[in-house]
């Protein structure tokens, strides 16, 4: 079963422009390591055991399934993981609805002091990738490949929500219905002028949002193929607030 969102991804060219940027802005960053596939990331730890990966690539490595994603579709918030105890139920009831995703593959990470990590993962494809989460399972122990240090200069404690732009509300609303087994709560969206549906994991939001007509900023996100993840936000004990996306490598951040 699915208990909320493991990691959220945020990518772009550079490793060090990006860990600069989020440390800036009052995380506390720390190094992650290699990954044998071409990528390596930095990581930032929370308070409600999810994190953020910030993640690019060490070498060119085109057949990467999230190297368009970075290098041609914009990069920024481009995926997301969500935590299960049960991986192989999980695939399969994904695979049952249709989604394109490849098998459960074993993969690794170096960390920086050189402990191997292990997991299991599926890597998602096609419409799906971004809309619809992976999921992991691991093979060493979780809190190892979590970041032990969760306090920041900004006071950000955890993950509220994720808003994901859908092209399909009805597909997205169908496959995380019976992936999380809930009908989901409807959602509007004044800012956005938007409408969809919101589900609950744990202590997580999944707001999956269509734009109502061409003036919402979800219309123009979509026809210009950018990740489907659109938004996160933050629950904080500091300043609640926007970032601009300008500095936050093009990630929309919002705390309260």
């Not at 959220?8 to 596939?37: C, N, Y």
């Not at 098998?103 to 997991?119: F, K």
């Not at 409408?195 to 061409?214: C, I, K, M, T, W």
Request: proline share 6%; with cysteine.
């Amino acid at each position: 079963m699915i208990h909320g969102i493991d990691h959220i991804v945020i990518a772009g060219p550079e490793l060090e422009s990006l860990t600069a940027s989020f440390k800036s802005l009052g995380f506390t960053v720390v190094g992650g390591g290699r990954h044998p596939i071409g990528s390596y990331n930095s990581l930032i730890g929370l308070d409600d055991g999810a994190y953020i990966e910030l993640l690019s690539f060490y070498e060119d490595s085109p057949e990467h399934y999230w190297w368009d994603a970075v290098h041609e579709r914009g990069g920024g918030l481009i995926d997301f993981c969500m935590g299960t105890d049960d991986i192989r139920a999980d695939y399969a009831l994904f695979e049952a609805l249709g989604v394109e995703m490849s098998p459960l593959v074993g993969l690794s990470r170096l960390r920086v002091d050189g402990y191997q990590l292990s997991w299991l993962n599926n890597e998602i494809y096609g419409i799906y990738q971004g809309l619809i989460p992976f999921v992991i399972e691991d093979k060493t122990p979780r809190e190892e490949r979590v970041p032990k240090e969760k306090t920041h200069e900004n006071g950000v404690r955890g993950i509220d929500a994720i808003t994901l732009a859908a092209r399909d509300l009805e597909l997205a609303r169908r496959i995380m219905g019976a992936v999380l087994g809930q009908a989901g709560e409807p959602v509007y969206d004044e800012d956005l002028n938007a409408s969809g549906v919101v589900f609950q994991a744990g202590p997580h939001r999944l707001e999956y949002l269509a734009p109502n007509d061409a003036s919402s900023p979800l219309h123009k996100h979509i026809g210009a193929n950018r990740p489907v993840p659109y938004r996160i936000r933050f629950r904080t004990d500091g300043e609640p607030g926007a970032i601009p996306p300008e500095d936050a490598a093009g990630v929309r951040i919002v705390l309260i």
